[in-house]
């Protein structure tokens, strides 16, 4: 399940969920604006090529089997007319949609959460229909980020994230 364009992760260093993670809170964290978000950027910082043609709009990339079927999947969307830049990283299961995010949830949303908040960001939970949390929102200068949550299925009551990314 990766993005339209987008590759397997062959070049790259294969990395826990919690490496990519962290990676990506220092990707976010090293932003002062859009304009600074690339592909280049994205390299030198987390160490992942995102293989990405001329004109392509979307571009990104997946990781190998993290255990249990979980993988990450890394996207960048490029600017365009319609669309400002951004980047995305989800945690997918390919064999089950309900699978135990435990896994994949080393770092949980609270890690995530606590991240943003100490680089700045103002938070906004937005809550679903009957009250649950369906995403929570960060504004910092003209980025936004939103992360969807996703409770592990482990009984554990932990809270995990089952994406993190840019919204236009």
Known sequence: ?????????????????????RRFLELIGGLESRDQLSVDRIRQVMGIAIPIEPGELLAGVGSPDLGGGWRYVLNYVSESPSNARGVALSFVNERDDWADMAGVCGLDFDHYHNALVAMGYRDVAIPGEIGELRSVRYHKGDLTFSIIPRYANSGSGRLCVESIGTLN
């Open 1 to 21: 399940m990766t993005a339209p364009g987008s590759h397997a992760a062959t070049d790259n260093p294969t990395l826990t969920a919690v490496e990519v993670g």
